[in-house]
Each structure stands twice: as C-alpha cells, then as structure tokens.
Nanobody, 114 residues
Framework: QVQLVESGGGLVQAGGSLRLSCAAS????????MGWYRQAPGKQRELVAG???????NYADSVKGRFTISRDNAKNTVYLQMSTLKPEDTAVYYC????????WGQGTQVTVSS
C-alpha cells in the first residue's frame, strides 16, 4: 500500500513563497508519475504540476514560471516550490502518485492572503 504524506502548507501573504513536501512510503522511482493537485472550495480538483519517472515536468498555465516540481529519489520525496503566491492559489494541495492506480495524500492547506 502506497502512503503519501504532505507537509509544508500554511498561511502566507501574497508574493510570498512556500515549499510543499510529499514523502512516499515506497520508492518513488517505481512510480510512473507523481504530481501535485489542488482543490479550492467549490471547485474541481486540478493538476498543478507533474513529474514523470523520466523527469519530464508539466505545469498548469496558471502556475508556470512561479512553481517548480522536483524530486529526491534518495529521500522518496517530491517537492513543490511555490513562489510569487497569489490569493487564487489558496486551496488544499494533494500529492498524487500513479502506480497501477492513483494514490493520494491527505492534503495540506495553503492560504494566501491579499
């Protein structure tokens, strides 16, 4: 059973930065892909950033140039560095790993005040 544990969320002012971490119970190098999703109140969950096993990354247009996804295979951890945060980035952020099926973390709240 894959377990994903997110951390690093919190309250930050607009223009600030946060780094989210997602620690996996297994070897992340075995996952087909990993990613960060977010869900704001009343909205559908959306992909924020993804990274493939081969290291290819992709981003939602709304975060390009501001967010960076990376991973440390030795630590079985994926990161999301978020900079120049905006109030519209406020959401619960979820870590995702795909290996046979989708696996999800419990989510971490990010709140950006204006």
């Amino acid at each position: 059973q894959v377990q994903l544990v997110e951390s690093g969320g919190g309250l930050v002012q607009a223009g600030g930065s946060l780094r989210l971490s997602c620690a996996a119970s297994g070897s992340i190098s075995s996952f087909n892909s990993m990613g960060w999703y977010r869900q704001a109140p009343g909205k559908q969950r959306e992909l924020v950033a993804g990274i493939s096993r081969g290291g290819r990354t992709n981003y939602a247009d709304s975060v390009k140039g501001r967010f960076t996804i990376s991973r440390d295979n030795a630590k079985n951890t994926v990161y999301l560095q978020m900079s120049t945060l905006k109030p519209e980035d406020t959401a619960v952020y979820y870590c995702n790993a795909f290996w046979l099926v989708d696996h999800w973390g419990q989510g971490t709240q990010v709140t950006v005040s204006s």
